[in-house]
């Protein structure tokens, strides 16, 4: 087994604690991921606000472009999916690929909302 999967360290960045903010948005290659997901879809939040909202369910209490949960949740979910690939399969961790998959499924949610029962696999 690799040393990556049995040590508290960030299999990504090497950051010395993973919680679950890092784990989810601060660590910076899914920083990157944020990032492009939420100027695709022209909203203006934070990071902070980001785990903010995953954290508490609590959107920003100023105007904003709104993050939408479909948005939040296929981010998360796909993110959770690739991270999990690099410790078991040791696939590469790329914010481009895990963003564009971002893309594609909420295209596929929007078009064919079953597709959000499906089970398949990116």
């Known amino acids: 087994m690799d040393d990556d999967t049995t040590t508290a360290d960030c299999i990504h960045c090497q950051h010395s604690q993973e919680d679950i903010s890092h784990f989810f948005v601060f660590c910076p290659p899914k920083q990157?991921?944020?990032?492009?997901?939420t100027r695709r879809s022209d909203s203006d939040w934070?990071?902070?606000?980001?785990?903010?909202?995953?954290?508490?369910?609590?959107p920003p209490q100023r105007q904003h472009h709104p993050l939408p949960d479909l948005n939040i949740s296929i981010t998360l979910s796909?993110?959770?999916?690739?991270?999990?690939?690099?410790?078991?399969d040791h696939q590469p961790f790329k914010a481009g690929i895990v963003a564009n998959?971002?893309?594609?499924?909420?295209?596929?949610?929007?078009?064919?909302p079953e597709a959000l029962d499906s089970q398949d696999v990116d």
């Open 32 to 37: 990157r991921v944020w990032t492009i997901v």
């Open 46 to 58: 934070s990071l902070d606000e980001i785990f903010t909202y995953i954290r508490f369910m609590k």
């Open 78 to 88: 796909t993110i959770w999916r690739h991270h999990w690939r690099r410790v078991f």
């Open 101 to 112: 998959t971002v893309q594609r499924k909420l295209s596929e949610a929007l078009w064919q």
